[in-house]
Nanobody, 115 residues
């Protein structure tokens, strides 16, 4: 069993930056593939960025060059550094962990980009 707790969301002006953190409890974090998703009302949850257990990353086209996902296995934490934020980045951001059939979600953290 893995529990995920996100933090770092908030209100930021366009062009600003935020860093989201996702702290994982439970064993075996380093084996899990991790991802950040986001969701806005009335829309499906979408993948923003992902990082494998080996450190390979991939990003949604809409965030490439602006967002960076990373992980610290010693701290059981995955991060999402978000730069040059745009109003369309406003969403609830969710942390996700998966390994085989094991699949876990965090409770989400709100990111609002507005002047």
């Amino acid at each position: 069993q893995v529990q995920l707790v996100e933090s770092g969301g908030g209100l930021v002006q366009p062009g600003g930056s935020l860093r989201l953190s996702c702290a994982a409890s439970g064993s075996g974090f380093r084996f899990y593939h991790m991802g950040w998703y986001r969701q806005t009302p009335g829309k499906q949850r979408e993948l923003v960025a992902a990082i494998t257990s080996g450190g390979s990353t991939n990003y949604a086209d809409s965030v490439k060059g602006r967002f960076t996902i990373s992980r610290d296995n010693a701290k059981n934490t995955v991060y999402l550094q978000m730069n040059s934020l745009k109003p369309e980045d406003t969403a609830v951001y969710y942390c996700h962990a998966y390994l085989g059939i094991r699949n876990y979600w965090g409770q989400g953290t709100q990111v609002t980009v507005s002047s």
